[in-house]
């Protein structure tokens, strides 16, 4: 049960407690990065020159950097060598950059090179890719790996514009989280331009053989040439998205919205990297059945990137109003029964998380607590899925109409702005509660944001559907043989319910006799992989295993690998095969996927 909690006293203009800068200071206004991108050593080198205000007459402007190789840095247009120095390294944060500047300087050049491992890199063999052919790079910044490609102020609550000139092999391309030419330059010389101001979380480069093809007036994807066709085929609503996003919270804010879907090393669903999402190749399944990915990625375009989490502990701002928004783009395409089916299957994944992480854990407030701990470690369920049903919520208590007013006016009025969880509370007192005690005993915000669990006051979604899949699977239990279960026309999220209202530990007949009927192993669906697989390794069911050890050598999507490889560690055998497999699969995961299995196979 949840405890009523009191409201707290919360800063209004928290630090950010994993950035060294002192932005309060000396505030970085624009940076422009002239950079080589060497596949053979594994690194970017050139330089960054760093536009900023010095507000307090500094004597230093302090960045955020993390395994940088900083060879040189100038103050002013004339270049004059300036003295810099380092702090201490700490923990996930790295280390500060002390860049002594003289009064009045509001420009210095940092001559650097990143680290062959650097965090947020990740550099792929040709045999990493679909085709095979040529190699590809990518960056994932979020939450603080900008400092270990960029040295900047590497905090959500610092934003800033951008500019890069980017230097390739000639038959490679070249893309940014900014505007981006559609095009092949055979020099390998590639200009970028990002005129709205972002945080450094959503700087992004990518380079590899690739392709694009436009959907409407401003939305595009780009993708391998191998895999371009099915992409197309993916994502063919993608301009009538972005159109029905706009008409819901106001209009598109950054020109373009294209996606480029990367290699299977890409360690998450989507990366909402401005004007260009950065997406996993594991939700083109063929039938666009995973598109609601792109519906998110495009929603943090207002969620995140226009009114963004100040901190990392205001985290939910950014997830919990981008899945409440994401729904609304689903239910706005595809209809209410599409929607209530994606929030019920979110509703018992909180469910689980919260079983998980102890209902009354402080981990699952929607404010955080983050401080000395990695953020990673605050991005679960909770913000996403905990601050979803707080907004539909508040919804059900003040009605649709109102709630949208609302929401439409919190983009406009802090669009480009960072906001915490203080400022939003005031906020919502200020502009939807009004006064109203009524209102406010029913919407208990106190208890979703500074209380444990699942509020009992949550609204709750159901769907027929999914109820229909889920009585599927109890009669499998009760008996029924696979081809007398009612499962004709299934959609995927409905087999997503049936795997998932099995219990864990099913005999070794159940299982073949469901894949024999089914094909689950050789299915085509990531998602509905990652449920079946951890039933046949709950049932050590020996004919799925090539077909895992497979599935976890191609894909390093953080979200299935992890419950994959927890399964496996429950028995000795398992933990065998695991770290077997593990062996050669770590080379095709990023950095933060690597960082999580080492934990949990150490
Ligand atoms: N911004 C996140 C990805 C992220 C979060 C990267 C925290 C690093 C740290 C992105 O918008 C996201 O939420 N992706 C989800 C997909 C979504 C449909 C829930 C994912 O990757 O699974
Ligand atoms: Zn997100």
Request: net charge negative.
């Amino acid at each position: 049960m949840s405890q009523p909690t009191q409201p707290q006293n919360i800063d209004h203009n928290e630090p950010d407690v994993h950035s060294f800068a002192k932005p309060e200071e000396a505030i970085i206004t624009h940076i422009h990065l002239n950079l080589n991108v060497d596949f053979d050593k594994h690194l970017l080198m050139g330089f960054a020159k760093i536009n900023f205000k010095n507000l307090t007459g500094a004597d230093r402007l302090i960045l955020d950097t993390r395994d940088l190789e900083i060879s040189r840095i100038t103050q002013g247009d004339d270049e004059r060598d300036v003295k810099f120095t380092f702090g201490d390294e700490v923990k996930f944060l790295g280390k500060a950059l002390n860049i002594f500047v003289d009064k009045g300087v509001s420009l210095v050049t940092i001559y650097y090179k990143t680290a062959p491992d650097a965090a947020a890199l990740m550099w792929l063999t040709p045999e990493q890719t679909a085709g095979k052919q040529f190699p590809f790079m990518f960056s994932q910044s979020q939450a603080i790996l900008a400092r270990t490609w960029v040295p900047c102020q590497d905090g959500p609550g610092v934003k800033f514009t951008y500019s890069a000139d980017i230097t390739c092999p000639s038959n490679l391309m070249a893309l940014m989280s900014a505007e981006n030419d559609t095009l092949v330059h055979k020099d390998g010389k590639y200009h970028f331009n990002m005129p709205q101001p972002i945080s450094s979380y959503l700087m992004a480069i990518a380079v590899g053989d690739v392709r694009f093809h436009a959907f409407g007036k401003n939305t595009g994807v780009y993708a391998e040439p191998v895999m371009l066709e099915r992409c197309i085929y993916e994502f063919e609503d993608m301009q009538k998205m972005v159109d029905a996003a706009g008409e819901l919270y106001g209009e598109y804010a950054w020109g373009r919205y294209d996606v480029i879907v990367l290699p299977p090393s890409f360690p998450f669903g989507g990366m909402e990297n401005p004007r260009l999402t950065f997406a996993t190749p594991t939700i083109i399944a063929g039938d666009r059945s995973l598109v609601a990915l792109v519906a998110h990625e495009l929603a943090h375009s207002w969620s995140g990137n226009l009114v963004t989490n100040a901190t990392w502990n205001d985290f939910w701002l950014n997830e919990g109003f981008t899945m409440y928004f994401e729904n609304r783009i689903m239910e706005k395409l595809y209809g209410s029964d599409y929607a209530d089916i994606l929030d019920v299957l979110g509703f018992n994944e909180l469910e689980s998380t919260v079983k998980e992480l102890g209902d009354t854990s402080a981990d699952t407030h929607l404010y955080l607590q983050l401080k000395d701990r990695d953020p990673d470690d605050g991005m679960n369920d909770i913000a996403y899925i905990k601050g979803q049903f707080f907004l539909k919520t508040i919804e059900s208590v003040v009605g649709r109409e109102k709630m949208d007013v609302f929401l439409k006016k919190y983009f406009s009025e802090h669009a480009f702005q960072s906001m915490n969880t203080a400022k939003f509370i005031a906020y919502l007192n200020e502009n939807l509660i009004h006064g109203d005690t009524a209102v406010a005993n029913k919407i208990k915000m106190n208890d979703w944001i500074f209380g444990p669990g699942i509020p009992s006051n949550s609204f709750r979604v159901n769907s027929v559907l999914l109820e229909k899949a889920a009585s599927q699977a109890k009669a499998f239990m009760a008996g029924a043989l696979p081809k007398e279960l009612e499962t004709k026309g299934w959609s995927t999220h409905e087999w997503l319910q049936f795997l998932r209202s099995l219990p864990e530990g099913l005999s070794k007949d159940q299982i073949a006799a469901l894949d024999k009927k089914f094909h689950f192993t050789n299915s085509g669906n990531c998602e509905i992989l990652c449920d079946w697989f951890q039933h046949t390794i709950a049932s050590s069911y020996l004919p799925a295993e090539a077909q895992l050890e497979l599935f976890l050598t191609n894909v390093g999507r953080r979200k299935f690998i992890v419950p994959l490889y927890k399964a496996l560690v429950k028995t000795q055998e398992g933990k065998a095969f695991a770290t077997k497999v593990y062996a050669h699969a770590r080379v095709g995961y990023h950095s933060v996927a690597q960082q999580t299995i080492d934990d949990l196979l150490k």
